[in-house]
């Protein structure tokens, strides 16, 4: 039987696979089984952030691999206390800690809100408020997190202490932050899942001006976003407002499982002994592909992310079959004409690899996709936009 059949049978049916196998790749560009190529506007859903095989992540990786792959956490390592380090020094935050994924690193964050709120608020502050629309992940505590009622059904009961506000709605979200029950905030500055779309700056400037005037935590979930995926390191530098705690994950590690939750000055102290932890977390081979990955996310790099994303929409703004470009940096939605999956099979029978959010085209591309090869792909969804 081949990958596709073994799949079918032999793997929980919980995907919508596009009917192409992968079977290696080099930079943006991915090779199926066949031997056809694409450019991948993808990259492994913002993961492979310098795209496939990157030379220099590989020999770090592998490096890493050679040495020790795995200590338990019982033990110092230094690949993960270096990176702890690089983080902290790159965003100002005081203390990380690792875990595999971004519904982990966003259950850190969620545990570390409760668990601040019952230090300091006994008995009264036991909500964690988050946006319509948003998505934090799969797990019982993350679903119940995010504002969707589609991923809601058939996995009740969840835990309470969650609530639901209206992205952009200044004046209705101040109003539930100011009952007595809500200590935190959890938001994604560009709502990925939910459909590319960008928190106007006034409002979260505004929630972010009240929650620091009334000791509420204001918690980013920069999983998507993060890693240099907007044009700056993290998105919240673009907003002006710094998060008393913030989740990453995809494109940490480019390509290999990381997750991180980074503290500040208010969280820093929060988590103690025991109180969480994680087998996997802070793997050496992870840790090293990330060093490696921060490493290269430099001025140069963030500026390269800039001008790609200047590129994409001065091409399909305002193009033949475009409503809206959304989104910020090489993290956008298209609104099209034509249903966005018919556009997807379209580029795809053409050597282009694009996404969807709901109803939207998505583009997620290595950071560092050459720009001939981003203008070769850019020039085929055009044409597929129009059609
Ligand atoms: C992908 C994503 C998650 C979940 O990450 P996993 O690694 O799949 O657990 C959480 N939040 C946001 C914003 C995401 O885009």
Not at 97 to 106: H, L, R, V
Not at 229 to 250: C, H, I, M, N
Not at 296 to 302: E, F, G, K, Q
């Amino acid at each position: 039987m081949d990958c596709k059949q073994l799949d079918r049978q032999y793997i929980a049916g919980t995907y919508r696979r596009f009917d192409l196998a992968l079977t290696d790749g080099a930079g943006a560009v991915a090779h199926d089984a066949d031997g056809a190529s694409y450019i991948d506007l993808g990259a492994g859903i913002a993961v492979n952030t310098l795209g496939y095989a990157d030379e220099g992540w590989v020999a770090a990786v592998t490096a890493q691999l050679h040495a020790l792959q795995h200590t338990s956490n019982l033990y110092y390592s230094t690949p993960c206390a270096r990176l702890a380090e690089a983080l902290c020094r790159r965003t100002g935050m005081q203390r990380v800690f690792f875990s595999n994924s971004g519904a982990e690193a966003n259950e850190c964050l969620l545990k570390t809100a409760r668990k601040y709120m019952s230090d300091r608020y006994p008995g009264v502050r036991r909500t964690v408020l988050t946006l319509q629309n948003s998505f934090h992940g799969r797990t019982i505590a993350t679903l119940a997190a995010t504002g969707q009622e589609v991923f809601h059904r058939h996995f009740g009961p969840f835990p309470e202490g969650f609530d639901f506000v209206a992205p952009g709605d200044t004046a209705g979200t101040i109003e539930r932050l100011s009952q007595p029950d809500v200590g935190a905030i959890l938001v994604e500055l560009v709502q990925g899942e939910g459909g590319v779309n960008a928190l106007p700056r006034d409002y979260v400037t505004a929630v972010y001006d009240y929650c620091r005037a009334h000791d509420i935590l204001f918690l980013i979930d920069e999983v998507q976003t993060g890693n240099g995926r907007t044009g700056t390191l993290y998105a919240y530098e673009q907003y002006g407002v710094t998060p008393d705690a913030f989740s990453t994950a995809k494109g940490l590690a480019g390509g290999l499982p990381l997750g991180a939750t980074l503290f500040g000055e208010k969280t820093a102290d929060v988590l103690g002994p025991g109180d969480h932890g994680s087998t996997f977390g802070g793997n050496p081979v992870a840790a090293a592909g990330a060093l490696y990955i921060l490493d290269r996310l430099d001025d140069a790099l963030l500026a390269g992310v800039r001008r790609r994303a200047a590129l994409v929409r001065e091409t399909l703004e305002n193009a033949p079959g475009v409503r809206s470009v959304s989104g910020l940096g090489l993290m956008l939605g298209i609104e099209s004409v034509r249903p966005a999956a018919e556009v997807v099979e379209g580029c795809r029978a053409r050597g282009v690899l694009v996404l969807t959010a709901k109803e939207k085209v998505r583009l997620l591309p290595p950071l560092n996709i050459p720009e001939d090869l981003l203008r070769q792909a850019l020039q085929i969804l055009k044409e597929e936009l129009a059609k």
